[in-house]
């Protein structure tokens, strides 16, 4: 069944130390899309703008990405301006115009609300909150956040939180939304409040994966060349969730599986701007080098520091 995505879509000015670009599509949903599409059909939930080039997201149609939850309003689309330093390491907002997404009230069609995946990208929680009111028994409800949300709508996060399974977000984020310096203790303070599993995202060193009695660590895969690093946090959750739609489960085994193909997913994203590496990646290649990420890591360790072989049993 095809996961239902809510997210930006958006134009992008972006500047790194590879180049420049205007007017690139990008936002949270497009970059989702654009790397779960290699593995399952999904449905889109956003709005742009009288300007927005929609015919740049064609090959996305062309793998099953359906638009029929997406508004075109007359006005300018959601449009966020960025510049990169010369290591890559630190980003700069130059410029966010909100446009459209001012009025946005995510609209979910008939046939949609039965969805049995949701991911909600990085936006406002307010219309995270509103599409999940829109939709009957998800059996999988993953979400992204930021800081800016963490610090400016905490109350209505924090409703989120306690309506969905998965949080995916950087360490940054995850000291800021627990209060706590040490993952693992920031991992423990964000599942009391809802979410049974914290993915957080940590650049060159992978991903870490917390649930009821284990972890995960996911390594990070070197790219054959970093232009772009925008997008690579929603090229991993389309990844890591298209993955788990193809498993059709989402147990641990599952779980840490998919954080090696949103690892791939996310390695892809940063080898050009915008989704251009994605207009030509296949599925093969996500998979291969989800593989090889696959391999690199280290087996779940469950509370104690044991693994799973250790203790003589199989993982759940």
Request: hydrophobic letters at 45%.
């Amino acid at each position: 069944m095809p996961i239902l995505s809510l997210g930006t879509i958006a134009l992008d000015r972006i500047s790194t130390p590879a180049g420049r670009v205007e007017q690139a599509v990008g936002g949270s949903a497009v970059f989702f899309c654009a790397a779960a599409s290699l593995l399952c059909e999904v449905r889109i939930v956003g709005v742009v703008g009288n300007d927005y080039p929609l015919l740049e997201l064609d090959f996305l149609r062309r793998r099953g990405v359906d638009f029929g939850g997406v508004a075109q309003l007359p006005g300018p689309s959601f449009f966020w301006s960025g510049e990169y330093s010369e290591d890559y390491r630190s980003r700069a907002t130059l410029e966010t115009r909100p446009g459209v997404l001012t009025d946005f009230d995510p609209r979910v069609p008939e046939g949609w609300r039965d969805s049995r995946m949701i991911f909600l990208g990085n936006i406002d929680p307010k219309l995270q909150l509103a599409l999940l009111d829109r939709t009957e028994g998800p059996a999988l409800v993953v979400a992204d956040t930021m800081n800016y949300w963490i610090e400016e709508a905490r109350e209505a996060l924090m409703q989120l939180l306690a309506r969905i399974d998965v949080l995916i977000v950087n360490d940054e984020e995850a000291v800021q939304l627990s209060g706590a310096d040490d993952l693992a203790e920031a991992a423990a303070r964000i599942r009391s409040l809802g979410p049974g599993v914290l993915v957080i995202k940590r650049g060159e060193a992978g991903a870490s994966l917390y649930g009821e009695g284990w972890s995960h660590s996911c390594p990070s895969f070197a790219p054959d060349r970093l232009r772009d690093p925008t997008g690579a946090g929603d090229a991993f959750a389309g990844g890591f969730m298209g993955r788990l739609e193809r498993d059709g489960r989402h147990d641990r085994v599952a779980l840490c599986r998919a954080a090696a193909f949103g690892a791939a997913a996310g390695s892809f994203a940063v080898e050009d701007f915008s989704v251009e590496r994605f207009r030509s990646l296949t599925a093969d290649e996500l998979a291969a080098r989800a593989q090889a990420i696959a391999l690199a890591a280290p087996p779940p360790v469950e509370a104690g520091g044991r693994t799973a072989a250790q203790r003589g049993g199989r993982q759940r």
